[in-house]
């Protein structure tokens, strides 16, 4: 029994210790534990950093009552006072002003950070500022992301835009002369010569290079010499034999070189030509092509385009009993997009005769003079009684009728066509037969007389193809080779073009029939721009349209000139292709001063302009627009407290 | 009965051990569980402070959104400016145009050199890098932009989206719908209806009149309306389009409306209009000559109609010319 007792004590003895052992073990762990998760109040650093951040990012510049500040304001180192206190550390830290970014945190944040504790302000990891207390205990950090703000990036900038209003540019200029006569007849000794005047204007400022005369001509090839073409009154007289004819060809070809015969501003040659059993006349592909630098105001595009298209002055004079006769073709041309198309033939015709065409022991009347508007119908004669044989002068001293001179209008507008249109006007002569008597001419003095010539008076709207101030290239391009029935040639425009002014081709030939253009970005071209409205009505202009081609470098136009009768088209017809090049440039990039943002215009106007105008007679304007902001960064700002 | 009651002393003795044994297991779960709930504690300590670190930076996108907003804004307008004036045709919306050029940087398809990096969604881009770099997903998903005036002199640029932002483990996410919006003021941009009457020539930027109801005065005389005009200086008046309006080629009257006299000897050589033409922008841009007009005298080419804005308000009476208009 006391056995069993002491057992059960010891029993119970063992139980308490081992409660006590699982107390203290318990207990210790706890404690443990418990040490273990001890920790500082972190609280209140936490929310100092919140609010430091919170506070230089809410009050803005103006809303501090500081001295300092007043001071940095007033010399211009603050230039917006809506700044928030970080941005404007962000804008000094910004443009690497960081002595002043350094200054300005001290001073705006100071104040508001007790001393006992460190801080500092750091943006993208940069430190701006601290406050060198040792971290003892806890470092609290709070970040704030702002937009529009990287080191050495303007915070707010300046963009510009620039036009140029005056530039210097080198170009070409073609005068050219279509299809025109008609010298008849008449004797070696007594010519009846036929004389054509042009005038002509080349800008007042033009500095000419060359000029080169492609000429292109029918008329007597034998007999004695005589002057062929006058250019400004005697300064350049070319006689027939100075003309380089094909051996037994009337149709004469030449290309003379005339730089210094043609002069800025008002200009003239005079043509006085000849042919024995024949009319005397101008062929396709006579032209001056003249190259020249000049400095000029900026051009702008408008709506609304009247233009005279004047005919040249054409007189032909009678010689030994043979008659005399004018006719000539006009080409205008009427651009793609043009609406309101109207025109108006407006005559001036002297000294036509009132033929009579002798039927046995009477006569009938003979028509006068013809107007063929696009078209071999006849538009106009006078007089409506007609009758073909006006020849019958020559024969007949009676069937000549009396002179007079005509003047009056045809409204035309129903005949136009867009691209190429071709006026042709006989007076007194058709083809090969002719019937005045005396003198008879197409009068026409674009400069000084303007209102009583012969002209075409083409009105038209057409929007505008670029909004702002143009400089107009022109380039002119041979189609070389050999004489064919067929010519092609290409070009590109080159990458400063905007937009097409406008493409001729030149058609030179020495006889022609019927002569079809034809335009297009693909070859063999398939879109005919002209087919010639009757034969021999081949204008040395014809308008290629817009339509058929493309500005962009990387694409090749093609133009083809084709004589269906199979006589030759020379390689010397050429492509004179004019484009626009901008005198203006929108917005660029963001600079940090006015000054760079302008330089940047000036430069990308430069770029734009090219190659074609001369960059050092630039007069430019410009304007920028300041306050630009960027979206810069996010950069980081942050702010850390410690103990 | 002694073998009986020693069993039960014996029994006594296995329910004091096993009251014994039940304490200590007590003990041992009360202080496991006191562990367990600590780790508890500092677990959703830690989710506490990652949710805080979220939603401050949640507070950060909307505070920079706004500010992304002004600037690709900003631009936007700077570019349907560029654009008017490029191509020197009016945009058929200014509301399309900006968010076109807002969102993705083009205007009608071409690219604007002024938004290059500077669109929105390269700010949400930008933004999301830096979200990624604290361990967040950030999703924003522009679902309008609107623009309007607020008053005749700012604009405000309104983006609506959905934002979704989570954390990269998944602790927590927000999902948003934002309405935030940016005023921009139209101090300073070009007046897009003289880039294209003009061709480009003539260049006019928007600039409050500093002689808002000082026009003419007793003392002054019609000095300050000359010089009103003569700096082509703008005046809210609601008989005339607003800035934004003005982009559209939309001439008609608004509640926000503003507008200069036109300097005619300045603009005539690229848009002109009979003489007896009001010299009020909106008006002789449309050479809308149909409009009585009067003139002050003195002052030669100058004419003024009298049309009505501001509730009955004329213009002579909005420029303080009835003593002076003959």
């Not at chain 1, 006689?239 to 200009?267: H, K, M, P, W």
């Not at chain 2, 000359?226 to 005046?235: E, G, I, L």
């Not at chain 2, 003024?304 to 804005?309: L, P, R």
């Amino acid at each position: 029994m006391m056995g069993q007792k002491r057992v059960s004590r010891r029993a119970l003895f063992f139980t308490i210790d081992a409660l006590i052992a699982a107390l203290i073990m318990i207990g210790g762990l706890l404690l443990i534990t418990s040490s273990y998760v001890s920790e500082q109040p972190r609280t209140l650093i936490n929310h100092m950093s919140q609010d430091l951040m919170n506070i230089l990012g809410e009050l803005q510049v103006h809303e501090m009552n500081n001295t300092y500040i007043d001071a940095l304001v007033t010399n211009g180192s603050i230039k917006d006072v809506n700044n928030t206190l970080l941005v404007q550390m962000g804008e000094f830290w910004a443009d690497d002003y960081l002595d002043l970014a350094n200054e300005f945190a001290q001073n705006v944040s100071e104040g508001m950070v007790s001393g006992i504790f460190g801080y500092s302000i750091a943006i993208d990891n940069e430190t701006i500022y601290t406050r060198i207390n040792p971290v003892t205990n806890s470092l609290v950090s709070s970040k704030k992301i702002i937009s529009g703000i990287q080191k050495s990036k303007p915070i707010k900038g300046f963009v510009a835009k620039a036009r140029a209003t005056s530039i210097s540019k080198i170009t070409n200029q073609i005068i050219s002369f279509s299809p025109e006569g008609s010298g008849w007849d008449g004797t070696d000794a007594n010519k009846g010569f036929l004389y054509i005047t042009k005038w002509f204007n080349v800008s007042s400022s033009a500095s000419i290079n060359n000029v080169t005369f492609y000429i292109s001509l029918h008329l007597e090839d034998g007999g004695s010499d005589w002057s062929v073409i006058d250019i400004n009154n005697g300064t350049c007289v070319l006689d027939r034999d100075d003309l380089n004819f094909d051996a037994g060809e009337e149709g004469l070809f030449d290309i003379q070189d005339v730089t210094g015969c043609v002069n800025s501003g008002t200009n003239n040659v005079v043509l006085q030509i000849w042919n024995n059993g024949y009319n005397a006349h101008l062929h396709p592909g006579m032209y001056l092509a003249i190259n020249y630098n000049v400095t000029e105001d900026v051009s702008y595009l408008t709506t609304e385009h009247s233009n005279r298209i004047f005919f040249d002055n054409i007189r032909s004079v009678e010689a030994s009993g043979d008659g005399s006769g004018a006719w000539s073709m006009l080409p205008f041309h009427v651009p793609d997009g043009a609406t309101n198309v109207s025109a108006v033939l407006y005559l001036n015709l002297q000294e036509v005769n009132d033929l009579q065409d002798r039927v046995w022991w009477w006569y009938n009347d003979a028509w006068d003079f013809r107007v063929y508007v696009n078209s071999d119908t006849v538009f106009y004669q006078k007089d409506t009684g007609d009758s073909n044989d006006i020849n019958d002068c020559l024969s007949y001293g009676a069937a000549c009728g009396a002179d007079y001179n005509w003047t009056g209008s045809f409204d035309i507008s129903g005949e136009v066509v867009t691209g190429t249109n071709v006026v042709a006007l006989y007076v007194n002569n058709y083809g090969d037969t002719v019937g005045g008597d005396g003198d008879t001419v197409i009068y026409s003095d674009p400069f000084s007389d303007p209102d009583n010539s012969s002209f075409v008076e083409l009105n038209y709207s057409l929007t505008p193809a670029l909004p702002y101030g143009v400089v107009d290239i022109r380039r002119v391009q041979s189609f070389g080779g050999s004489p064919d029935p067929t010519k092609d040639t290409s070009f590109s425009f080159p990458s400063e073009a905007e937009a097409i002014s406008s493409v001729y081709a030149h058609v030179a030939e020495q006889y022609s029939y019927i002569t079809r253009v034809y335009g297009d970005t693909g070859f063999p071209p398939g879109n005919m721009v002209f087919e010639s409205p009757a034969s021999r009505a081949v204008p040395t202009d014809v308008f290629i349209p817009d339509s058929y081609l493309d500005v962009s470098e990387l694409v090749t136009n093609y133009i083809r000139l084709d004589e269906t009768s199979g006589n030759d088209i020379r390689g010397e017809s050429t492509v004179e292709y004019g484009f626009y090049v901008p005198s203006f440039v929108g917005y660029g990039s963001v600079f940090g001063t006015v000054g760079e943002a302008n330089n940047d215009a000036i430069d990308r106007l430069q770029d734009v302009m090219g190659s074609f105008v001369n960059v050092s007679d630039l007069v430019l304007d410009n304007t920028s627009m300041s306050d630009v902001p960027s979206m810069w960064g996010p950069a980081v700002i942050e702010v850390r407290v410690w103990n | 009965m002694e073998l009986i009651l020693g069993r039960v002393k014996k029994s006594r003795k296995g329910i004091f051990f096993t009251l014994i044994a039940v304490s200590l297991l007590g003990l041992i779960l009360f202080s496991y569980s006191v562990t367990y709930s600590y780790t508890l504690q500092e677990k959703s300590a830690v989710i506490e402070s990652r949710v805080d670190s979220m939603n401050r930076f949640l507070q950060e996108v909307d505070t920079d959104m706004e500010n992304a907003i002004y600037i690709a804004g900003f631009r936007a307008l700077i570019g349907i400016e560029d654009e008017v004036a490029n191509t020197g045709t009016f945009v058929t919306s200014t509301e399309d145009s900006f968010e076109e050029l807002f969102m993705d940087g083009t205007i009608d398809g071409q690219n604007s050199s002024v938004m290059v990096n500077n669109t929105f969604p390269y700010w949400i881009t930008r933004i999301g890098e830096e979200a990624n770099a604290v361990g967040i997903n950030l999703s924003l998903n522009v679902t309008g932009v609107n623009i309007s005036h607020v008053d005749p002199w700012t604009v405000r640029v309104w983006l609506i989206g959905d934002l979704n932002l989570s954390d990269l483990k998944s602790t927590a996410s927000w999902n948003q719908q934002k309405e935030i919006y940016a005023d921009i003021s139209v101090l300073g941009f070009e007046d897009p209806s003289y880039a294209v009457y003009t061709s480009n020539n003539v260049v006019k930027r928007i600039n409050t009149t500093v002689y808002e109801g000082n026009f003419t005065g007793v003392a002054t005389n019609t000095t300050n309306i000359r010089d009103h005009v003569s700096s082509t200086m703008y005046a809210n008046f609601t008989g005339a389009p607003s800035f934004l309006m003005r982009f559209e080629n939309n001439l008609t009257n608004s509640t926000y409306g503003i507008e200069s006299f036109v300097d005619k000897a300045e603009v005539s050589p690229y848009h002109a209009c009979p003489t007896e033409t009001s010299a009020i922008d909106s008006i002789y841009w449309q050479c809308d000559n149909g409009i009585q007009v009067w003139q002050v005298a003195n002052w030669s080419g100058f004419r003024i109609d009298n049309e009505t804005g501001m509730g009955n308000l004329t213009r002579i009476e909005r420029y303080m010319l009835e003593d002076y208009v003959i």
